[in-house]
């Protein structure tokens, strides 16, 4: 059982900073807690006395009559600590602080939320906050906030007090309301992890929203808490999450506002995506997915069936569709057939199905194709666009019969099994019959791009949860089973030498320690050596400066190809070295290293780098301009099962140059796969590397071939 059970299912609260003044915090919260009927003992604790809103307050915490389990702090920072202490020693299981003034100011700030931590973990007390705006349950009527929130299907947790006003307000609009909300501030304890956790035990949330700043984190562990705890949740409960900080300006100031690291934005958003959340842009699309979610049968697919009483609204919603990641296929020729027993034979039916005026002369037209298309087994969804809660302007017998077809309409859609979202040009004006359909489960939407998005961000659940389920398991290459102790071995003798910096021959020796199949290579420390080693490979060999102190070797002139003698190799040697040189006077050069000449193929780049927030990542994508102009990379949070790397490999935009473009061959996608799989767990396993880097790794019609290794280890 979550720990947060006391925070949203208390039996009595006490609210310290309690007070009469009406422009004071307790005020406010005092009234929220009464007049919203909370089902548990409320205490109010006020230094000053008396009586506020007709009930006796206490001195302080010790002097409350029985157990608290909820303690809301309202009070100045310089007087936290010692109410603290009394809450630990009154036994208060969970503290909501909504004061201002700690992490988000500064050192000093940060350091007194140290204290209180350090208070509150000798109690085993959880704190919410400080810097937020306290907690809402539904299951127990319980409002310990200043904002007017009502009961419903979302649960919402966020970092800002003022973007939960906001939404608040959108949300009323929508007769949407909250099972569970929570303002969860500079997250000293608590943190997003802990409340989606408990979300996943809660029976009335359909859907989980997040508004994120950043994940507040003290190790790596915080992040990876956060990843495990989603993926639980998202496996049964949708969630969909705003994450502010994009750009770098956005990100400094979320720093500034509620103490948070920002790591890597595309790390982030692919870990969002690997924990099973969707990401949204805005409070708007958030609702919009709340709505959908609520409301709607779950996605079985991405084909849609568009029916429309116009073909404009029709035809937008096509390309929308193909924007958000739905298919929009001519219908079946037997769903065509009935639909052309019910419309006239002017009316387009392929897809979109265009009543094509219609509706005028028999208004009933919008449901018997709504029946035809429900039951159609290769629809998966329905959007409806166009005009519908508009015909009552035409006369009140309109109205009505609007009215009645809507009625039909929903009972089909809820006897149904497949999602269905409406657009109409009405909906701002809140037309009866509308409000009837929005009242029973179909959202409907003022706007045509919303409908068809909303219908994608359905499907895109659907397709996370399958994910989630295929990469849960255990698909990984075999791996030699003594890997990490050969390899750690090596990155000890570096660490004995005084370096972060492996060589290109130690990072290689890492990677067979791992069971990636790399060309054998060779070390030559005088140029006899070098041509005796070209006598041992033949053929043409790649011959490279290895030194610590040269990172980009072909910067320094460090690297030949096509080498094809021992002659060639004697005098290549000399070269290298004297390039070397050249390039850093004092440079430790260990020698050159000669391998093979590999054949060529599409190039391609897999690494990893650390990440704040989530520790070791895992990166693929094209190489060569790909990486450097267009940046065409996928990540995942390591380590990943092969389901997983093979889903990387897929999010490329440049996925077309390894399926073979223009008439060549298709590389090997699953050797791609399984040298990204290695790579995330020889990271995961080995956390001192900071950085991997192979680059190029060439992707050939059967097997790979690297070759450039990098490893880089944490200062």
């Known amino acids: ?207 989980l929203l997040l508004y994120m700043e950043g994940l507040r984190v003290e190790s790596e562990e915080d992040g990876r808490k956060f990843l495990e705890a989603a993926k639980k949740t998202a496996a049964r409960v949708p969630i969909a999450a705003i994450k502010i900080g994009r750009s770098a300006a956005g990100a400094r100031a979320a720093a500034s506002h509620t103490g948070s690291l920002a790591g890597s934005e595309k790390i982030f958003d692919a870990a969002l995506r690997q924990a099973g959340i969707i990401r949204v842009d805005s409070p708007g699309q958030l609702l919009d997915a709340a709505e959908a979610f609520s409301k709607c049968k779950p996605a079985r697919g991405k084909r849609i069936a568009i029916l429309t009483d116009g073909g404009g609204h029709g035809v937008m919603a096509t390309d929308f569709a193909e924007k958000y990641g739905l298919e929009a296929p001519v219908l079946s020729e037997a769903t065509q057939a009935k639909l052309r027993e019910i419309l006239m034979p002017h009316c387009p039916i392929k897809n979109p199905v265009d009543l094509a005026g219609t509706p005028e002369a028999d208004m ?82 003022g706007d045509v791009d919303t409908a068809v998005r909303t219908m994608g961000v359905l499907s895109t659940y659907s397709d996370l949860k399958k994910a989630l389920k295929e990469e849960s398991g255990n698909e990984l290459p075999n791996m030699p089973a003594d890997r990490r102790e050969m390899a750690a071995a090596i990155l000890r003798t570096v660490r004995e030498s005084g370096r972060t910096n492996l060589v290109e021959t130690e990072a290689r020796s890492v990677l067979r320690c791992y069971g990636l199949d790399i060309a054998d290579d060779y070390l030559a420390t005088t140029a006899d050596e070098a041509a005796a080693f070209y006598a041992k490979i033949g053929g043409k060999v790649v011959m490279k400066i290895v030194s610590p102190d040269i990172l980009h070797k072909t910067d320094a002139g460090g690297v030949a190809l096509n080498i094809d003698s021992e002659a060639k190799a004697r005098d290549t040697f000399t070269q290298l070295v004297k390039n070397g040189r050249t390039y850093k006077a004092d440079a430790d050069i260990f020698g050159v290293m000669l391998t093979p000449m590999l054949p060529g193929g599409v190039e391609c780049i897999i690494g990893s780098s650390h990440d704040n927030t989530f520790g070791p990542t895992v990166m693929f994508g094209l190489g060569g301009i790909f990486v450097e102009i267009l940046k065409d990379v996928a990540f995942r949070v390591a380590p990943v099962n092969m389901p997983a790397c093979r889903s990387m490999i897929r999010e490329i935009k440049g996925l077309g140059m390894l399926q073979g473009a223009r008439g060549s061959k298709a590389c090997d996608l699953e050797a791609l796969a399984e040298a990204a799989c290695i790579i995330s767990h020889l990271v995961s396993e080995l956390r001192e590397i900071a950085e991997v880097d192979l680059n190029p790794v060439f992707a050939l019609e059967k097997g790979l071939s690297i070759a450039d290794a990098r490893i880089i280890l944490h200062g």
């Open 1 to 207: 059982m979550s720990d947060l059970v006391p925070l949203f299912q208390p039996r009595s609260v006490a609210l310290i900073g309690a007070s009469s003044n009406s422009k004071k915090y307790g005020y406010w919260t005092a009234k929220s807690l009464i007049e919203n009927g909370f089902e548990g003992d409320i205490h109010l604790v006020s230094r000053t006395g008396g009586e506020i809103f007709g009930r006796p307050t206490y001195p302080d915490i010790l002097a409350v009559p029985g157990e608290v389990d909820l303690a809301i702090i309202a009070i100045a920072p310089k007087h936290i600590l010692p109410i603290m202490e009394q809450c630990v020693e009154k036994g208060v299981k969970c503290a909501i602080v909504v004061s201002t003034g700690f992490g988000e100011t500064g050192p000093e700030g940060k350091e007194l939320e140290r204290k209180m931590l350090e208070i509150a973990r000798k109690g085993n007390m959880r704190v919410q906050g400080p810097n937020c705006m306290g907690t809402y349950s539904s299951a127990k009527s319980m409002n310990a906030s200043i904002i007017d929130l009502a009961p419903g299907p979302m649960s919402l947790v966020l970092q800002s007090g003022n973007f939960g006003i906001d939404i608040n307000f959108n949300a009323k609009s929508r007769g949407l309301g909250y099972s569970c909300w929570a303002t969860i501030g500079n997250q000293m304890d608590m943190r997003f992890h802990d409340f989606v956790e408990y979300i996943e035990e809660d029976e009335n949330t359909k859907v």
């Open 364 to 445: 009933w037209v919008f449901d018997r194709c709504l029946d035809v298309l429900m039951k159609d087994p290769d629809v998966d969804g329905i959007v409806i666009v166009g005009l519908y809660g508009g015909y009552a302007d035409l006369s009140e017998e309109f109205r009505v019969l609007e009215m009645d077809v809507a009625k039909s309409m929903v009972d089909k859609i809820t006897a149904g099994d497949k999602p269905v979202v409406m657009h109409s040009i009405y909906q701002p004006q809140h037309p009866e019959c509308l409000d009837y359909i929005s009242e029973h489960s179909i959202p409907v939407f």
